[in-house]
Each structure stands twice: as structure tokens, then as C-alpha cells.
């Protein structure tokens, strides 16, 4: 190793400030400076080269290096590595490979989860400095030093045994001033878990951990310059550099480039011919030799195979998969069947996804289902073991989270912190401490706390992936990166979105069950679906509960508004919902355009221009780039910079502002009036964000119309799998009335037929034994298990053989799992105990004799008419019974959901059942919301509640309510305006 330090006695009059020991507050629970503050405070103090040295982290190593890169900063980086409190060592990474080193070590320490031993492996491209303890003698290599920090020096001057040669000055640094040191303190004790007051010395840093002046650095290491030029040394033949947006993802699928472009050229035309048939047209053709160029010369062909490499897998297994996310612009990813969206029907602009000025790899989000999705990540970490990783993240302090540690950290109690949580908060009651930590809470706002994981993001290195970052062995079984996905994008390391939705269990399961039948469906004749009436006229009556995206009573609505009945329109549709588009007003707009064809000469002529399919209204994340490009001159990279900047991931970057400041100026130097400016970039900024890509919403319409021919052909399979599924936009309650109204017998679950999940015989579906409140999960696999060898006969044989306490016994009988024997509740309640008594059985026994109970001579047992219902409630926590029944009292002249019509303008009375109610904010801050019911008949009807109908008449819970109000309407969907509403009581008192 080539390392020759300054020779001893050398004396540096000019040295330059250096520091070997910062941190930042990705040292958690203990730095208090995020990067963007560390850098200026570093310079501001003359620094001109410091090691960023985290404790046992190095999130914010990549984000440092570019940061410095705009500065006069140097930047070195490496660990402090540390166990609990006790420093071991400083690593500092001599060179890329240094950093790699630093990075395997404590991503094996993070793997086993053992302590990290006291001596750092002999490496060959990083220093060590160790720090000096009187009671610790080493023998050190060529690159191990001993750090003499400033609170060491006398014991050092009494004791010291080391060569002046290996001494190292070693000046912490992790905070700015006195508040910062405050902040520090608090945070360790949150770290300990202690009140402040308990808080140990050795627990938190010094107030001197700062930057301190040369003149200050001079005095202090007077007797110790060698330390000094030691330090420098260190400093000086230290670089890690790497460069910032080329392309770090595996390069090679097949290991060659040119076999690569001959298997993506190879498998795109095989899929062309199944797309599109042997004679594809001109524009096909011509589409398809332009994206196979484009993606070659920007040497992006991996990416894609690599991704069809997983759809196969997927295929292979069965799995049903939605690929979204702009991906779904490219002609080349429908052909590999990435995704199922042609892009040639929808006119997609595939510079969204790929344009030549973009050097970045592309983007594909591609959805499994739930009990899928593991699979996938297992093959993919397993194909491409020590270059694949989660993508990393950070949870941090928010207010409410900020005030609840800082009240435990000063010894508050509960209702105390709650107070101070509270929005109402007056500060002037607030004592000493209060305030305090009102002072300190908001400094802690957005600090990171731990690691976290993205929720899908995964990266595939061409090096080994800790050639940039330690790893984290998260709880989901993988490895994680210590940065995030912006550190990771701006060194050219892009992630593969790999996620789950439920809508795809509701698919699978559906076709599951009428293979199951005999039936077997094509579920991805697409092209057929679009053209079907009977989903036509579903669209157009928003009649979609259960259908992936488009159930919800917004979503319902719009459609009907819209008068969906096409695939276009859906996809417009899928779009429009966004909350970007509806805030910003132009969901209206669009609707109004839409229907009204007098209205669309309101459109801005240039924005007609640029998006006349949408009348000039944006609705897609396309429209953001067309405005920029078209409409401010902005080109094609900055129009993407700015599109992504919308997103709120990168609004504070550098990046988006300069784009924002040429988007004005653009405009002012076309002569465009400031105020339209302005207004066009309100609604751009408002929406941006929420909106999709053209492609995802079709990939969204595509996965509707799966859903929707399910639900229009196979609608009893259909519901099964939304109730097996969960994640919908409804209650389980709502989707098993939903299937009751479409044909189902609905039975509650049975010892003989149910399983953990809805089981379905014929057009009868019983309830899964996992609804069952308090029943256990060992009770329920004890009964699945046994019933294999036989159903029950009775009671008696159930008690026999199956291991089940007296308790869970009850629970089972309450809610009639018994019923096939013929026998009330109340006598298999008597039987159970007559049996079992209070044995708490865990296991069966064999009875020499055949035990039976005697409650057949038991006099008529009193039954009353809500008994059943009331164990219902508290067992399902809704009722079986129709909840219009259970009511106290009796309504006349009520209207009906589908009455609603009739009565325009009029005020009426409603009975409705709870089902869902969404809370909304005005522009002038005050709430209010939207509420979805049910009628007696089963069918919905939508409500308004303004914010002084709200707070005067407020909801109070589930169940059903009598509700006053004006019927009114919008583009023909009728809803009632509440000016009354107050829950009916049930007849039972509950």
C-alpha cells in the first residue's frame, strides 16, 4: 500500500482546515445538519476538505460528493463505526475501492445483526483511526493511525506510547452552535429512550463538536503537529469519485451488447407478428424501426430484456401482471407483452418515455398481485444475487411524531402530549418545558429517524451494488441500499418498479374459479371486451363496484357524467379523477367540453393546438411536457426535468427552478401575457403531480376492462375474488351485498363449508371463517385439517376430533357455524357445555364410550327476534340480517335511490345504510363531505353534506340514517343535498 506520510517533525504553517470526523443527520439520533447545511457551514468556517463520516451509515455519501462537487468543498467520505455509543474506528475511503471495502464490511455486520468487532479488517484501500484509549496498546499497519481527539491530549501527554508518526488530530464535528448541541441532546435521549435528565455523558457528543478556526486548531495540537500534517495527509490522497448520470444498471443482458441488440431485435418482431399480424402497416413498421433505434443507440436494450426476462418468469408461472407507468408509450414493450396497452390506437407520444436527449434508462412499473409479487422478487434477487437491492428510504419526524418524543424525552404524560399535539394548541398556557420542546419540535420536522424501503423500487447494478452503498437486510427478507431513489437516479442507478394490487387477486381468483366450473377464459382479449355492449352499457351506468379503478362513488359518478361508454373515454376518465386534475378545475372543464360542444371555443387557441383530442385541457403527464415544449420553447429534457419536478420529489431542486425561471421567460420573450402565463402554469403545477402518463392510465383501462367482463359475464366468480382479496375501495359488508344483488346466496360461514376465505358453491358463496372476530388462526386451521378426513356429523363428532377450547366453541356457535345439525343456538350452547364443561381442550381425546349431550328434554328455550342479530354485529362487526329490519321504528313516504330523478329540485326524506363517506377541505378551509348509502332496496345513492349542514348534523357511525335534503343533480347524476340527518337507533339498544 502506498502511504507515506509527511516525514516526522514536519510543521505545515499554511495548512488548510481539515476534518476528519463529520457528521450529518443521517448519523441518526445524533447529527443534526442535513448535507445541504453541512457543506456551506463547512466553507462558511474555511474548510476546504472534510470526510463525511456517519455513524454506521453512508446514505449521504453519494448526495455529499455531487453537492460538493458545485462548491470549493473537497469531499472525502467514510464510517464511523461505532457499537451503541463506543467509537471503534474511523474508516475513510481512499478510493473507490476503498469504499466498496467500507461498504461490505458493515453491510455484513448489518446482515448478522452482531456486534462489529473492535479491529477493521485488513484492508487495502481505506485508513483507519482508531481512537487513543489509555488501556488499549495496538500494534498498527501501514494505513492504521491513532486519533487524538482534543479531549485527550493531557491523558495522552501523561500515558501516551505511540509513534508522533501515527497520531492523527481528530476534531469531531456534528454541530453548528448551542442550539444545535440542545437538539443533539435531545435526540440521543431519544435515541436511549431516557428522559434528558437521566441522559449519560457518554451518551451524546460536546459542545466543541464543531468547526473550529485554524488559529484555534493551531494552539490546540501545538505539542502534537505531526497530528496535524498527518491529518492532511489522510485528506489529500483520499478521493472517491463517481460519475453522476451515466448508466450504472446491468449492462449486458446476455453478456454481450451485440447479442443483446440481436435478442431485443429477435423477440420485438416475433411479438410485432402476434400484435399485429404477418403484414403490419407502414406506421406500425415505421414506429417500431424507430423505437428499436432509438433504444439501442441510447444503449437501453438490458433494461428491456431484463424486464421481459421477468414478465416470462411471470408468465411461466401463471401470474397475471399489469405493465404501467409510461412503459406503456413504447410499441417495442407491447411486443415484448411488458405491457398490453398498443400504443399506435392511443396515438401515445413515446418521448415521454424515451427522447434522445434523455440519457436516463426508462421507467417501468409493472403490477402483480399480492400473493404473487414475493415470488417475483425472489427470482429477480436470486438471478441477480449481490447486484440487486431494494431501494432505500427514510422515515422521518413529523410533527405529531416530533412533539410526542420530545414530550417522553421531558417525562410528560400522556394527556399532556396529546394536548400539545393538539391543532387548537394556545401557546400563552403553555409552562417552561411546553415550551421548550414547541421551540425544538418544529427543528425536528422532516429529520431523518431510520431507514425505511421504497415501496417497489428495486436497482440491478453492472458492478456489485456495494461498490455505492452498505446494505440493510430489511424485514422483508431483502437487501436495501442506504440511499434513496434520488441519490440512486442522479448516479445513474434506475429502479425497476416491481408492485402489488389487489385488483389482479381479484382477476386471478375470478378465472381461478370458473376453471374450476369448467370455463375456461381468455382474460386478455382485450380488443374483444372493448367492443362488448353489455360492458358498454356498465361504463356508461358507472354500474362497476368491485372493478379495479373505476368503483369508487367519484370515479362511478364521473363516468356516468362522462357517459363513458369506449375505451378512450375511460382512459381520459382514469386520468381526470386524479386529484391534480380535479383541484385545479379542469375536471369540470373537461367534463363541460366534453358534453357541450359550444363550450370548447373557450380553449386557449394554442392549447387547442397542442392537445385537441383533450379540447385543450390537460389531462395527462404528457400535456405538461407538450405545454413546456410547444407552448414555452422549453426543450424536450428541460419539458421531462420540469414534468418530473411537478412530481414533489425534485420541486426543490436546483434543477426544477431553473426550468421554472426559462419557463417565464420563454413565455415573456413570445410575448404571451404574464397573466395567462401565470394561469397556465398554475393548472400544470396543481395537476402534474397526481396525473398519469397517457399510457398508465390505458394500462389502468385495460386492467377496468378485465374487471368489468368478469363482473358482466362471470359476476358470482367475480365477487368471490374481490371478497378474497380485500383492498377495495368497499367494506367486505358492501361486497357481500354487492354479490347478493348480482344473484348470490349469501350464507354465513359453516364448520362443513366455509374455509379461512369465502368459498363459493354454485351461486352460494359462505363466508370465510377469517371474518369471525376473536377466532383464532390455530382454530381455524385445526378444522380445515381435520374436515380432510370427513365433514362433521355434529356437534359431538366436531368436539371429538377437532382440538377447539370452549371459548372459541362459543364463538363458532353464536354465529351459527353449527346450523346444518338442525338445532338452535341456545341448545348447542347447552350441548357444549354439557360436554365440555370448562375444559380448555387442546388436543382430542378418545372416548372409550360415545359421550352425547341431554339437553334434548330441555323445556323451550326463550328466543328473541334481534338475538341473532346482535351476535351478528359484535361477531362479524355487521349484521347478516338486513339492517332495515333492526330498525326501532318505521318511515312512510320515503324516496328511493332511483326515484331520485323525479324529484329534481324538491326536498325529500331518505333511509339509507351507511357504506362509505369521503371528507373534503374548501378553498376557504372548512370541511365538508361526500356520503355514499345504500336503500332498501340495495341500491346506492350518493349525498352532499356542506360544512354547516356537517357540523350541525354530523355522522355518528355506521348503520343507517335518516337523511333530509334537496334532490339535485349534475350533468344528470342526481344527489341529495343533506340539510338533515340523524342515525336511527337499532330496535336491540345498540
Known amino acids: 500500500m502506498a502511504n507515506r506520510p509527511y516525514p516526522v517533525g514536519t510543521v505545515l504553517h499554511k495548512f488548510h482546515i481539515m476534518f476528519l470526523n463529520c457528521h450529518s443527520y443521517f448519523s441518526f439520533g445524533y447529527g443534526v445538519m442535513s448535507i445541504k447545511e453541512l457543506i456551506p457551514h463547512a466553507i462558511e468556517m474555511g474548510a476546504d476538505t472534510i470526510a463525511l463520516t456517519d455513524i454506521n451509515n453512508t446514505s449521504g455519501c453519494l448526495d455529499f460528493m455531487r453537492r460538493c462537487k458545485e462548491t470549493s468543498l473537497r469531499p472525502v467520505i467514510g464510517v464511523d463505526f461505532r457499537n451503541g455509543d463506543e467509537q471503534l474506528f474511523i474508516a475513510i475511503a481512499r478510493n473507490n475501492k476503498g469504499f466498496r471495502e467500507i461498504n461490505e464490511h458493515l453491510t455484513l455486520h448489518n446482515f448478522s445483526k452482531k456486534p462489529i468487532p473492535a479491529d477493521a479488517p485488513a484492508w487495502e484501500h481505506c485508513y483507519v483511526i482508531y481512537p487513543w484509549r489509555r488501556d488499549v496498546t495496538r500494534t498498527l499497519c501501514t494505513h492504521e493511525y491513532i486519533g487524538l481527539c482534543e479531549s485527550a491530549m493531557t491523558s495522552y501527554r501523561l500515558y501516551g506510547q505511540y509513534d508522533p508518526a501515527k497520531l492523527v488530530a481528530v476534531m469531531p464535528v456534528t454541530l453548528r452552535d448551542q442550539r444545535d448541541f440542545n437538539l443533539h441532546r435531545l435526540l440521543s435521549s431519544i435515541r436511549h429512550n431516557t428522559l434528558l435528565s437521566k441522559l449519560g455523558k457518554d451518551q451524546y457528543g460536546q459542545l466543541t463538536d464543531r468547526f473550529q478556526s485554524r488559529v484555534y486548531v493551531e494552539q490546540a495540537y501545538e505539542d502534537f503537529p505531526q497530528a496535524i500534517a498527518n491529518a492532511e495527509y489522510i485528506l489529500n490522497t483520499s478521493f472517491v469519485s463517481f460519475t453522476e448520470k451515466d448508466n450504472k444498471n446491468k449492462k449486458h443482458y446476455t453478456g454481450q451488447r451485440k447479442k443483446d441488440h440481436r435478442l431485443l431485435y429477435r423477440l420485438s418482431a416475433k411479438g410485432l407478428r402476434k400484435r399485429y399480424g404477418d403484414k403490419p402497416n407502414k406506421d406500425v413498421m415505421d414506429r417500431f424501426r424507430s423505437e428499436l433505434r432509438t433504444i439501442i443507440d441510447l444503449d437501453f436494450p438490458a433494461y428491456f430484456l431484463i424486464n421481459w426476462d421477468i414478465i416470462q418468469y411471470a408468465r411461466s408461472k401463471g401470474y397475471f401482471y399489469v405493465g404501467r407507468g409510461s412503459g406503456a408509450n413504447s410499441l417495442i414493450a407491447y411486443c415484448l407483452y411488458i405491457t398490453d396497452v398498443d400504443p399506435i390506437e392511443l396515438s401515445l407520444y413515446f418521448e415521454r418515455f424515451i427522447n434522445p436527449s434523455r440519457r436516463t434508462p426508462p421507467d417501468f412499473d409493472i403490477d402483480f398481485s399480492h400473493t404473487d409479487r414475493d415470488d417475483i422478487r425472489s427470482y429477480i434477487f436470486e438471478k441477480y444475487k449481490g447486484h440487486a437491492a431494494l431501494v432505500g428510504s427514510y422515515s422521518t419526524y413529523d410533527r405529531k411524531s416530533a412533539l410526542r418524543e420530545l414530550g417522553k424525552v421531558f417525562g410528560l404524560p400522556d394527556n399532556e402530549i396529546e394536548a400539545l399535539q393538539s391543532e387548537r394548541l394556545d401557546m400563552r398556557t403553555l409552562d417552561s418545558t411546553g415550551k421548550k420542546i414547541m421551540t425544538y419540535a418544529p427543528l425536528m420536522r422532516d429529520l431523518p429517524r431510520q431507514l425505511s424501503v421504497h415501496a417497489c423500487g428495486i436497482l440491478i447494478s453492472e458492478e456489485p451494488i456495494t461498490t455505492y452503498s452498505a446494505l440493510e437486510l430489511m424485514p422483508v427478507g431483502y437487501p436495501s441500499t442506504q440511499y434513496s431513489m434520488l441519490e440512486a437516479e442522479d448516479y445513474g442507478l434506475h429502479k425497476f418498479d416491481i408492485l402489488s394490487q389487489r385488483g389482479l387477486g381479484h382477476i386471478k381468483d375470478a378465472v381461478e374459479l370458473a376453471r374450476a366450473r369448467g370455463e375456461e377464459i381468455d ?282 377450547s370452549l371459548e372459541q366453541l362459543r364463538i363458532l356457535i353464536r354465529i351459527k357455524a353449527f346450523r346444518f345439525t338442525g338445532r338452535t343456538s341456545k341448545e348447542l350452547l347447552w350441548d357444549a357445555h354439557l360436554l365440555m364443561g370448562k375444559e380448555k381442550k387442546s388436543a382430542p381425546r378418545r372416548e372409550l364410550f360415545k359421550i352425547t349431550a341431554h339437553s334434548d328434554g330441555l323445556p323451550p328455550l326463550e328466543y328473541d327476534q334481534y338475538e341473532d342479530a346482535l351476535d351478528e354485529m359484535k361477531i362479524l362487526s355487521f349484521p347478516y340480517t338486513s339492517p332495515f329490519r333492526l330498525l326501532c321504528k318505521n318511515y312512510e313516504k320515503l324516496t328511493y335511490a332511483r326515484e331520485m330523478m323525479a324529484h329534481l329540485g324538491q326536498t325529500i326524506y331518505m333511509v339509507g345504510y351507511y357504506v362509505n363517506i369521503k371528507r373534503v377541505t374548501t378553498i376557504t378551509g372548512e370541511t365538508m363531505y361526500f356520503g355514499s348509502f345504500i336503500d332498501e332496496h340495495g341500491h346506492l345513492f350518493d349525498s352532499v353534506h356542506f360544512p354547516r349542514s356537517i357540523e350541525q348534523y354530523p355522522f355518528t357511525g355506521r348503520g343507517c340514517y335518516i337523511l333530509k335534503g334537496k334532490v339535485i343533480e349534475e350533468f344528470n347524476v342526481p344527489s341529495l343535498d343533506v340539510s338533515h340527518m340523524q342515525r336511527i337507533p337499532w330496535a336491540f339498544g345498540v
Open 523 to 804: 382474460i386478455h382479449r382485450i380488443q374483444d371486451f372493448k367492443k362488448d355492449p353489455r360492458i358498454r352499457e356498465m361504463l356508461m351506468k358507472g354500474d362497476t363496484i368491485g372493478c379495479f379503478y373505476v368503483e369508487s362513488p367519484a370515479m362511478r359518478q364521473l363516468l356516468r357524467k362522462l357517459e363513458v361508454e369506449e375505451y378512450h373515454g375511460l382512459v381520459a376518465a382514469s386520468s381526470i379523477i386524479r386529484p391534480g386534475v380535479a383541484n385545479s378545475g379542469m375536471m369540470r372543464e373537461y367534463i363541460l367540453r366534453y358534453r357541450y360542444p359550444e363550450r370548447r371555443k373557450l380553449a386557449h387557441p394554442k392549447l387547442w393546438e397542442i392537445m385537441p383530442d383533450t379540447y385543450g385541457v390537460m389531462v395527462y403527464q404528457e400535456d405538461v411536457i407538450k405545454v413546456a415544449h410547444y407552448y414555452a420553447g422549453l426543450t424536450l429534457e428541460e419539458a421531462d426535468v420540469m414534468r418530473r419536478g411537478m412530481s414533489g420529489k425534485y420541486r426543490s431542486r436546483e434543477e426544477f427552478q431553473a426550468v421554472k425561471d426559462k419557463f417565464f421567460s420563454n413565455c415573456d420573450g413570445r410575448g404571451y401575457p404574464y397573466d395567462e402565463v401565470a394561469e397556465i402554469w398554475r393548472q400544470v403545477e396543481s395537476f402534474a403531480g397526481y396525473s398519469f402518463a397517457k399510457g398508465h392510465s390505458a394500462s389502468y383501462a385495460v386492467e377496468s376492462y378485465q374487471s368489468l367482463y368478469l363482473r358482466a359475464y362471470y359476476p358470482i366468480e367475480f365477487m368471490t375474488g374481490v371478497l378474497n382479496n380485500f383492498g377495495g375501495f368497499y367494506s367486505t359488508e358492501f361486497y357481500l351485498h354487492e354479490a347478493k344483488m348480482l344473484g348470490a346466496q349469501i350464507e354465513l360461514p359453516c364448520i362443513n363449508r366455509s374455509n379461512n376465505l369465502a368459498a363459493l358453491y354454485g351461486s352460494t358463496i359462505y363466508m370465510g371463517f377469517c371474518l369471525i372476530k376473536d377466532l383464532e388462526v390455530a382454530t381455524v386451521e385445526n378444522i380445515l385439517r381435520v374436515r380432510e378426513e370427513g365433514e362433521f356429523a355434529d356437534l359431538n363428532d366436531f368436539i371429538k376430533r377437532v382440538p377447539v
